[in-house]
């Protein structure tokens, strides 16, 4: 089992470096061809900057509910969440009845069936979704939100919010971790004044690591990029002036391991939505995060 393991980490290794090389090559890596975060505009919003990756979006003048544009882009969230599991359960599918027949044959010819069919399924529970060598994955959605209310300086009490979510990719021996279809949101929403004088969002995605420090492939222009033998992070901030929301949304941000000679390994997964929020000379943060495997 040892070797066969050791085997196979190699192998995805391998697929790995491939995909890293490519995605230097073009500033950002490409490889999950279901990232479409930005493919769709919530209802009220306009596109204050964007590239060939993500954007950002503020809320257009003519807005005065607030409220529903919040609930309009979580209600975007959850139908994006919603589609991608319907997809990942039909190939679910697929992976577990190739795993058994994978593990049926395996079985006659090296006793190794029982392995082979349990592969299969944990393809199917993970989704479907396999890494660079068609091994299964431990996928997941995190999804966040947190509000908390505050008094603006010379203005009335209300509420700011702050909610995102981030679909992580992490194969069966967590070696390295992609995070795709990220999008986020944060938002003043109280009424006196209606606009803040300032917003600055962040999107923090993070790992917790041991071994050899990990590479960030694809993160946003501009972001803040650290790593070490301990853990590693890119974290992206814009900023917009004399409006009370701000969206995000970027397609793909990848954590690998430097070469497959070095031990490197992800845990403590995490992505957070940051929104700090400037009525003149005070300032209000709020901060919402989701993790896994910690």
Do not use: C
């Amino acid at each position: 089992m040892g070797i066969a393991i050791r085997s196979r980490r190699s192998a995805s290794l391998a697929g790995v470096a491939a995909l890293l090389l490519a995605g230097v090559a073009v500033g950002v890596t490409q490889g999950a061809s279901d990232s479409q975060a930005a493919e769709s505009a919530t209802p009220g919003t306009v596109v204050h900057k964007e590239d060939a990756h993500g954007e950002v979006r503020v809320a257009d003048p003519s807005v005065r509910n607030k409220r529903k544009l919040v609930d309009a882009a979580k209600k975007e969230r959850k139908e994006r969440q919603k589609a991608a599991g319907s997809q990942e359960t039909a190939a679910g599918t697929t992976a577990d009845t190739t795993g058994g027949s994978t593990g049926e044959t395996t079985g006659g010819t090296t006793g190794g069936g029982g392995t082979g069919g349990d592969t299969g399924g944990s393809g199917g529970d993970s989704g479907g979704h396999g890494d660079q060598s068609g091994f299964p994955t431990r996928d997941q959605w995190l999804d966040s939100t947190k509000s908390s209310r505050v008094s603006p300086e010379g203005g009335a009490p209300g509420e700011i919010s702050a909610a995102g979510s981030s679909f992580v990719k992490v194969p069966f021996m967590e070696y390295y971790a992609i995070f795709t279809d990220t999008k986020s949101d944060v938002a003043w929403l109280g009424g006196r004044p209606f606009n803040a004088d300032s917003i600055k969002h962040t999107d923090t995605w993070r790992i917790g690591s041991v071994g050899a420090p990990f590479l960030v492939v694809g993160a946003p222009e501009g972001a803040a990029v650290k790593s070490t033998g301990s853990s590693a992070e890119a974290s992206w901030s814009t900023s917009v002036e004399r409006n009370w929301y701000s969206q995000h949304a970027y397609d793909q941000v990848a954590f690998y391991p430097p070469n497959e000679a070095d031990y490197s390994n992800v845990f403590r997964i995490s992505h957070s939505v940051t929104g700090t929020f400037q009525f003149g000379s005070s300032f209000f943060t709020v901060t919402s995060q989701d993790r896994a495997y910690s």
